[in-house]
């Protein structure tokens, strides 16, 4: 496993980052989860990302069991607030007090006394930006979170909370946690040029499209059985989006690609995200051991840019990189 910084800080992560959105407290059954976590801790992965409402909120709870007895100092532990964990009009969003009440949540469910990087899930748009800020503030200050980050914000919006944070004197963003991969490329535009000036690194979420970039998907047939497509539990509404034959077919010529560097097609996918110099980290997910240690393979792999450019011509113009693609529910009347 090889280390970065996150950003600007002086934090060092895996570069290969271990996340359990869909899989841990739905998709798979604990002792999987368990088993995953344990093959990720032996590849080298130090980094394990999560969030309160991932399965209702007990992703954090299979997370923290699967972690119990090892060393918190050799950990990286990163959780999000935002999205509702409970029926409540105060259960939700990025005010004060469902910040303050949901750091202690996530802290008990995790079994640790903080986390490291402590994540805005989503932009809010009827709480005021200070509010949040200030809450963020106050649980760094309070020890319950070391670093504080923001998950699919737009570059003016993350701009904003820098520019608050400057006059405040508050601690500054130091992460963003963006979809990103050879198909979505929408950071590229804006947000990654803005994190590079201000010392925003990117953890950058489904590195394989969800599975599509594996190439197990064929155009012009039904999914695998028991593969996430097919899994209401696992994220057939977020896969569904890559299934259309056009973008199937030219996942297809990414195959001689992978096998003339040596790699999988998933291998391939996570190591390129990781050439972009302001990607600190890729997020995996897995439903078994083994695809840990396939994916992990990609820590480390340097692509040439001739073969990078093969890349770009195999996908063409299925590639979605149009800004407006990352934005957060706004339900102001």
Not at 232 to 239: K, L, S, T
Request: net charge negative; proline share 5%; charged share 25%.
């Amino acid at each position: 496993m090889e280390f970065r910084y996150l950003g600007r800080s002086g934090l060092k992560i895996s570069e290969i980052a271990y996340g359990n959105w869909i899989t841990h407290g739905s998709q798979v059954e604990e002792d999987a989860a368990r088993a995953c976590v344990a093959a990720a801790l032996d590849e080298g992965i130090t980094t394990f990302d999560t969030a309160d409402v991932y399965a209702g909120t007990r992703a954090e709870e299979v997370l923290g069991r699967a972690l119990k007895g090892v060393r918190r100092e050799s950990l990286e532990i990163f959780t999000k607030v935002y999205w509702p964990t409970g029926p409540g009009p105060n259960d939700r969003g990025l005010s004060r007090k469902h910040i303050m009440e949901s750091i202690n949540g996530s802290l008990r469910r995790l079994g640790t006394d903080y986390v490291d990087l402590y994540q805005a899930h989503r932009f809010d748009h009827e709480t005021p930006l200070e509010e949040t800020l200030r809450a963020f503030e106050d649980i760094v200050r309070q020890g319950k979170a070391l670093y504080i980050g923001v998950s699919e914000w737009r570059a003016e919006e993350i701009e904003a909370a820098l520019e608050i944070a400057d006059a405040r004197g508050f601690d500054r963003i130091i992460s963003s946690q963006p979809q990103y991969s050879m198909l979505h490329r929408v950071i590229e535009a804006e947000v990654v040029p803005l994190s590079e000036r201000e010392g925003i690194g990117q953890i950058v979420w489904s590195p394989i499209a969800q599975g599509v970039l594996t190439g197990k998907y064929l155009p012009g047939q039904a999914p695998p059985a028991g593969s996430r497509a097919t899994d209401p539990q696992g994220g057939a509404d977020f896969v569904k989006a890559w299934l259309g034959d056009d973008v199937l077919t030219r996942v297809q010529g990414l195959k001689p690609i992978a096998e003339e560097a040596g790699l999988t097609m998933a291998q391939l996918a996570v190591a390129w995200v990781l050439q972009n110099p302001n990607v600190s980290a890729a997020i995996i997910g897995a439903s078994r051991p083994e695809q840990v240690r396939d994916n992990v393979k990609a820590a480390g792999v340097r692509l040439d840019p001739a073969l990078l450019s093969r890349i770009d011509e195999a996908l063409g113009d299925v590639v979605v990189r149009d800004p407006s693609h990352t934005r957060s529910p706004d339900t102001r009347p």
